[in-house]
């Protein structure tokens, strides 16, 4: 996959410039800049920082032909809380979304 390719397709879904880009991702313009001239694949954590202001994670970043579902901060907290849990609290955690669901 073309990291800097998906970085300015995703841009381009948003009707985002590199500044627009540089200001939510909490970047400077210039390490913005340094990916689209000067085709500087970015590091783990600007890549981090990236996907964070594009409301997607890493995992969606680089899935191929899916459609990109933009998570609230909410979601992001419950998907983050939901991996530290062992097995057993997620089976406990999942009954009891289904129950509630009944309700």
């Excluded at 991702?25 to 390490?31: C, E």
């Excluded at 954590?45 to 191929?64: D, V």
């Excluded at 999942?94 to 309700?103: A, R, V």
Aim: with cysteine; glycine share 2%.
């Amino acid at each position: 996959m073309d990291v800097i390719q998906r970085i300015d397709e995703l841009m381009k879904i948003k009707g985002w410039s590199d500044y627009k880009l540089a200001t939510k991702s909490g970047l400077s313009s210039s390490t913005i800049a340094n990916i689209h001239r000067r085709n500087t694949i970015p590091s783990i954590p600007t890549l981090e920082a990236i996907c964070q202001a594009l409301g997607i994670s890493m995992s969606q970043f680089f899935e191929e032909d899916s459609v990109i579902t933009h998570l609230s901060k909410e979601d992001n907290e419950l998907i983050n809380d939901w991996k530290l849990l062992n097995e057993n609290k997620k089976r406990i955690v999942s009954e009891l979304i289904k129950e509630l669901k009944e309700c």
